[in-house]
């Protein structure tokens, strides 16, 4: 499975912001998709999953309520909706593919591949 991720940028803090992750390749075998992302120094972290065959969602406390993760199963894409940014946002951004049952979304080793990541800066 390929992976792309598109989206990021520079916006001020409370503006909002859709990251795109088009997948190619094995996308039939795709039993969820998660995005994580990586802040200056720190670790990657999980933000949003979303499992591809129910649509059920999945958020980190630090965007619940502000991040929208979704699917469009027909172009074999997912999205993240990303409203009300604050400066702590500021992060590359990754999508990933799980091909095998989980419920540990938020776990960086159950994912099986990784999109190039996208820089989202938040001015404040």
């Known amino acids: 499975v390929q992976l792309q991720a598109s989206g990021g940028g520079l916006v001020q803090a409370g503006g909002s912001l859709r990251l795109s992750c088009a997948a190619r390749?094995?996308?039939?075998?795709?039993?969820?998709m998660g995005w994580f992302r990586r802040a200056p120094g720190k670790e990657r972290d999980f933000v949003a999953a979303?499992?591809?065959?129910?649509?059920?969602?999945y958020y980190a406390d630090s965007v619940k309520g502000r991040f929208t993760v979704s699917r469009d199963n027909a172009k074999n894409t997912v999205y993240l909706q990303m409203n009300s940014l604050k400066p702590e946002d500021t992060a590359v951004y990754y999508c990933?593919?799980?091909?095998?049952?989980?419920?540990?979304?938020?776990?960086?080793?159950?994912?099986?591949?990784w999109g190039q990541g996208t820089l989202v800066t938040v001015s404040s």
């Open positions: 990933a593919s799980d091909l095998h049952p989980t419920l540990a979304y938020q776990r960086l080793r159950e994912y099986d591949y």
């Open positions: 390749g094995r996308t039939f075998s795709v039993y969820a």
């Open positions: 979303i499992n591809w065959g129910s649509g059920s969602t």
